[in-house]
């Protein structure tokens, strides 16, 4: 089966940076569309960055300029920079896998906290 593990979230001052991680298995990771969503509290669940197949990059207007996607195919990894943490920031992040166009599978989340 597909799995994706989140890592590298946790409590950051704001300024600071994150680097989110994101191991995926059970699939070809090099032919998916990998993608993180976050969701504050009461808020509803938000794309932040996606990267293709073919390494094309979106990013929501809150954060571009500030948060890096990438992938490391020969890891199966995606990972999300976070530079400049704001408080707005905060939520949980779900790595988010794309395979085609019947297959989307979705990490467990983890807390990311921009506070001092």
């Known amino acids: 089966q597909v799995q994706l593990v989140e890592s590298g979230g946790g409590l950051v001052q704001p300024r600071g940076s994150l680097r989110l991680s994101c191991a995926a298995s059970?699939?070809?990771?090099?032919?998916?569309?990998m993608a993180w969503y976050r969701q504050a509290p009461g808020k509803q669940r938000e794309l932040v960055a996606q990267i293709t197949s073919g390494a094309t990059t979106n990013y929501a207007d809150s954060v571009k300029g500030r948060f890096t996607i990438s992938r490391d195919n020969a890891k199966n990894t995606a990972y999300l920079q976070m530079n400049s943490l704001k408080p707005e920031d905060t939520a949980i992040y779900y790595c988010?896998?794309?395979?085609?166009?019947?297959?989307?599978?979705w990490g467990q989340g983890t807390q990311v906290t921009v506070s001092s």
């Open positions: 988010h896998l794309g395979w085609g166009q019947n297959y989307r599978y």
């Open positions: 059970g699939i070809i990771f090099r032919l998916a569309t």
